[in-house]
């Protein structure tokens, strides 16, 4: 009895230094290396500006200096002047003649937005470094 008491205590004192090593816990989707500082999201306001008149002022082309290529973005639509029924929205990583890497924001709208037109938006790039200003993205590599 004795000698089967001992052999449980040892299996236990094993056990628990096996479960308590100085590995660092492992989650889903991480590595075991610090990762580098980033940016989070941003709001990225928009105007007629961004409009781009090759494409009759329906289109926003809206291109976001974010030092990165990465192809994870998102963009959400946000507050606005200019309410229709159509819109569509979409991000991709463009690195433009003379502008950097970054993310082209895309709005399509079914017909132009009036005068004093703003939008806001919600800019996510995984790996962005940070958000420059939003330029109209009319150059080569857009």
Do not use: H, W
Not at 117 to 142: E, H, I, N
């Amino acid at each position: 009895m004795k000698r089967t008491t001992a052999s449980l205590y040892l299996f236990l004192a094993i056990a628990a230094a096996a479960l308590t090593s100085a590995r660092p816990p492992m989650f889903a989707q991480t590595s075991a290396t610090t990762p580098e500082t980033r940016a989070s999201a941003a709001q990225i306001f928009l105007t007629n500006s961004q409009l781009d008149p090759n494409e009759n002022y329906q289109v926003i082309r809206a291109f976001v200096r974010t030092g990165t290529l990465d192809p994870n973005c998102l963009v959400t639509l946000g507050d606005t002047t200019f309410v229709v029924n159509g819109t569509l929205a979409f991000c991709a990583p463009r690195q433009p003649d003379n502008l950097g890497k970054g993310v082209m924001i895309s709005i399509f709208y079914p017909f132009p937005p009036p005068e004093g037109f703003s939008l806001s938006v919600t800019l996510f790039q995984q790996s962005a470094q940070k958000y420059g200003p939003p330029v109209l993205c009319d150059v080569s590599g857009c």
